[in-house]
């Protein structure tokens, strides 16, 4: 069974940093690839950073160069590193398995003075 758990959110001033963690069971990253989605307040979900099980990534436009996401295979865990936050990135984020398409439950993340 498939199950996906992140932590990691919280409130940061605009300019900080935050990394969320997506601790997975039942899938290896070595065949899977991940994503991470958000939704903020009034706006639909949209996708975030996505990485292939052979390491290629890609990233909406405004995170690129202030997001990275990775997987750690030892750990089962993916990452999403963000740097520079600003207003705008305020959403629940979510990370998501590609293979079987399962969600985990969101994190909070705040990005206010």
């Known amino acids: 069974q498939v199950q996906l758990v992140e932590s990691g959110g919280g409130v940061v001033q605009p300019g900080g940093s935050l990394t969320l963690s997506c601790a997975a069971s039942g899938i290896s990253f070595s065949s899977d690839g991940m994503a991470w989605y958000r939704q903020g307040p009034g706006k639909q979900r949209e996708l975030v950073a996505i990485?292939?099980?052979?390491?290629?990534?890609n990233y909406l436009d405004s995170v690129k160069g202030r997001f990275t996401i990775s997987t750690n295979n030892a750990k089962n865990t993916a990452y999403l590193q963000m740097n520079r936050l600003q207003p705008d990135d305020t959403a629940v984020y979510y990370c998501?398995?590609?293979?079987?398409?399962?969600w985990g439950q969101g994190t909070q993340v705040t990005v206010s003075s």
């Open positions: 990485i292939s099980p052979l390491g290629t990534t």
């Open positions: 998501k398995e590609l293979k079987f398409g399962m």
